[in-house]
């Protein structure tokens, strides 16, 4: 069983539909992380949390919009969406001691098909 | 800038026969380095990483990756690979700018036949 939850499990969304993903770690991490997975493509970093703080934004559209309300929660705003924006996304959290050895661990995604 | 490099989209093996899925890797720094695999409608899951030390580290399942600094490699290996291995499998490495940022190859997916 993960320590990472994300909801939705899969997500059909229209191009003008404003969903959220959701994710929950019960690890005690301090840092939490959106990736995005595409076919044929490299993990994508989007965003990163580091003690609710965002301290990465990997040149995503503002069509997606992360919210960290604490170190334990993290959410995908998804608004406007194109249909290349389809895709499994990934949260992870980690606990960063300033040391950077710490592996990320993940949940299992939500798939999302935007129409 | 950091990056990772996993040159085979795909390895085939026989089961019982060793299994080798390579990773070359590009830092400024000092590297931490790791393998995680990646199951069916499943997430990542880590295998093993390596910070400092020996090159040889052990990880979970029987995998185990040999760091080599003069190559900038991190090869994973297996010596006798299972069905069970068949997943896909990414390098990644972990670098200090500014906060701490993980980039992950393309992966590798491992086929192993009975």
């Known amino acids: 069983e993960t320590g990472v939850t994300q909801t939705p499990r899969h997500l059909v969304m229209g191009m003008t539909n404003k969903k959220s993903l959701k994710c929950e770690q019960h690890?005690?991490?301090?840092?939490m992380y959106w990736y995005k997975q595409s076919a044929k493509k490299p993990l994508e970093l989007m965003f990163v949390?580091?003690?609710?703080?965002?301290?990465e934004n990997n040149s995503v559209p503002s069509r997606f919009s992360p919210e960290c309300p604490n170190s334990s929660h993290l959410f995908l705003h998804l608004h406007t969406l194109q249909p290349e924006d389809s895709a499994l996304y990934l949260c992870?959290?980690?606990?960063?001691?300033?040391?950077?050895?710490?592996?990320?661990?993940f949940g299992n995604g939500t798939r999302l098909t935007v129409t | 800038a950091q990056s990772v490099a996993q040159p085979e989209d795909q390895v085939n093996v026989a089961e019982g026969n060793p299994l080798t899925v390579k990773c070359t890797y590009s830092?400024?720094?000092?590297?931490?380095l790791f393998w995680y695999v990646q199951y069916p409608n499943r997430g990542l899951q880590f295998l093993l990483k390596?910070?400092?030390?020996?090159?040889l580290v052990k990880g979970s399942y029987g995998f185990e990756a040999e760091f080599n600094k003069s190559q900038t490699s991190f090869h994973l290996k297996k010596p006798s690979a299972l069905v069970s291995d068949s997943a896909l499998y990414f390098c990644?490495?972990?670098?200090?700018?500014?906060?701490?940022?993980?980039?992950f190859g393309a992966g590798t997916r491992l086929f192993v036949k009975a």
């Open positions: 992870a959290s980690s606990q960063d001691r300033g040391q950077g050895s710490s592996p990320l661990h």
């Open positions: 690890l005690g991490h301090n840092a």
């Open positions: 949390y580091n003690f609710k703080e965002q301290t």
């Open positions: 830092v400024s720094g000092n590297p931490y």
């Open positions: 390596y910070i400092t030390g020996d090159n």
């Open positions: 990644a490495v972990r670098e200090r700018i500014g906060g701490f940022k993980t980039i």
